[in-house]
């Protein structure tokens, strides 16, 4: 298991803070082998595009610069090198640029194009004889090591196959035309850099899983480094505030959602409200579903209208079950006569207006001791 300097397991998955730390300092995963395997098989690929242009372009400049008859004055010298630059110009210009933007895919791809400049810099503590050490002899550097053997094996392999293989043809090539000498060469090349790429390609698959393995070990943290980040992501004004703003909504959003089971919404009228539910036949109290003041307040009567819920003013009683309860309890004794009234009167006010009878409106009284004024003071008389 991976330990960090102070000694302590780096257990735990890297959190976003971390790695978004990381691709600013420009810690991102690489695979030089990746890399390499991608742009000689792009650049492979774009040779052959090329094709019969880039060979005639070839052929040209041979043409050109074997002709011995020329005379070798320093002017026309020039003009003969000058010559025989633009004849291939054109074709390797092209090629540089696609060798180019394959090399910046290949980078776009694995980890994305960044840029460290830190990394540029001059450190003292490469200069410390023990640290280097530490680099040769440990585990990364064996890999590193075990790696490039394999690979200069392979490559030489297909090397000394390729050339074994095509041995005839390479020492008939001095046998035959220029223009079909140069087009024989080229295929054979071609051959043997595919078979080259291929071995790279093999290599890269077997490598960017050990990569990808060390980029996210490097970045495992200790449970302590966990805890100080989220005590530091804590300690922010601003992620406090965004915190607390989401739980007020989330908390909204639930009470809005459990009003649509009220039986009525006591109102101020305009300060409070709160949403009530009752279970006829239970054997509990009736139930705060919901409560709120001012804005709050306000969307809860547009909720309990827009679901036809009976709304019923009563200032003091409104107060009251504000004051002295919250959501999700069961409103207190004291309160038993004055809301058992309220939900008498909306229980039986539908049937009354089918039989064509004005209901009367009851006036629930509050006691005394549970009597509040706007604020949340406590009145010393009815009011």
Not at 34 to 49: M, P, Q
Not at 295 to 307: G, M, V
Request: hydrophobic residues 45%; negative net charge.
């Amino acid at each position: 298991m991976q330990e960090d300097d102070s000694g302590q397991e780096k257990t735990e998955e890297p959190t976003q803070k971390r790695l978004d730390k990381a691709e600013e300092d420009g810690h991102t995963l690489r695979s030089q082998e990746f890399t390499i395997a991608f742009l000689l098989l792009g650049c492979l690929i774009v040779l052959l595009n090329l094709g019969a242009n880039f060979v005639s372009s070839l052929l040209n400049v041979y043409r050109f610069n074997l002709d011995l008859a020329r005379p070798a004055e320093t002017g026309q010298m020039q003009d003969h090198v000058r010559y025989s630059l633009d004849l291939i110009a054109g074709d390797l210009l092209l090629f540089l640029i696609c060798s180019i933007v394959l090399a910046l895919l290949s980078n776009l791809l694995l980890g994305g194009l960044k840029f460290n400049p830190g990394a540029a810099g001059f450190k003292f503590d490469r200069l410390n004889p023990l640290n280097g050490l530490k680099r040769i002899f440990s585990s990364h550097s064996l890999y590193e090591l075990a790696k490039s053997i394999l690979k200069t094996v392979l490559i030489l392999g297909v090397t000394v196959a390729v050339f074994w293989f095509y041995m005839d043809e390479l020492f008939l090539l001095g046998l035959l035309p220029m223009d079909l000498a140069v087009y024989e060469s080229g295929e054979l090349l071609g051959v043997g850099v595919l078979l080259i790429s291929l071995t790279l390609v093999l290599i890269a698959a077997l490598d960017l899983p050990v990569k990808i393995r060390e980029y996210k070990q490097k970045l495992m943290m200790t449970r302590q480094e966990v805890r100080d980040e989220f005590k530091e992501s804590e300690g922010r004004p601003e992620v406090r505030r965004r915190i607390r703003e989401r739980q007020r909504e989330i908390a909204l959003n639930k009470m809005m959602k459990a009003i649509e089971s009220a039986d009525v919404v006591v109102t101020n009228p305009e300060h409070f409200a709160i949403a009530l539910s009752y279970s006829p036949g239970s054997s509990g109290a009736p139930k705060v579903l919901g409560k709120g003041a001012d804005f709050i307040a306000l969307q809860i009567r547009k909720r309990a209208e827009e679901l036809e819920i009976p709304i019923f003013e009563s200032p003091a009683l409104a107060r009251a079950l504000y004051f002295t309860t919250r959501v999700d309890d069961e409103i207190p004794e004291g309160l038993y006569h004055a809301v058992a009234e309220v939900i008498a009167y909306v229980f039986n006010l539908a049937s009354l207006v089918r039989l064509g009878r004005v209901p009367q409106r009851p006036r629930p009284t509050v006691p005394d001791d549970l009597l509040f004024d706007q604020d949340g003071n406590r009145l010393k008389e009815g009011s």
